[in-house]
């Protein structure tokens, strides 16, 4: 007999993080290889690209089971942002510019 997850518990919460941490993550693989793709003329880091945000907007899902949408959505676009900006400017040498 299977069990459901009681998401009003202390894990189940933890796993709605869980998967907004990983939304997170896999966004902003999906981004990186969007720039590694130039322009999608290379195979690989194009199918990535959308192999990632798929998998990115899975675990989105799943964490909205419990994360507010406003909640969820402001914290997946801030830490993308920023953690993409770092690589941009750590990585791919882009300029920090204000």
Request: net charge neutral; hydrophobic share 50%; proline share 0%.
């Given at each position: 007999m299977s069990q459901r997850l009681n998401l009003e518990s202390p894990m189940?919460?933890?796993l709605c993080w869980t998967f907004m941490t990983l939304a997170i993550l896999f966004e902003v693989s999906g981004t990186t290889c969007l720039k590694l793709s130039d322009g999608f003329t290379r195979l690989l880091p194009s199918c990535l690209t959308f192999f990632f945000y798929a998998l990115s907007l899975v675990c989105l899902n799943f964490a909205l089971k419990?994360?507010?949408v406003g909640v969820?959505?402001?914290?997946w676009s801030a830490l993308g942002t920023a953690l993409i900006a770092s690589i941009g400017i750590l990585w791919f040498g882009s300029p920090l510019l204000f």
């Open positions: 189940g919460i933890a419990k994360i507010d969820a959505y402001a914290t």
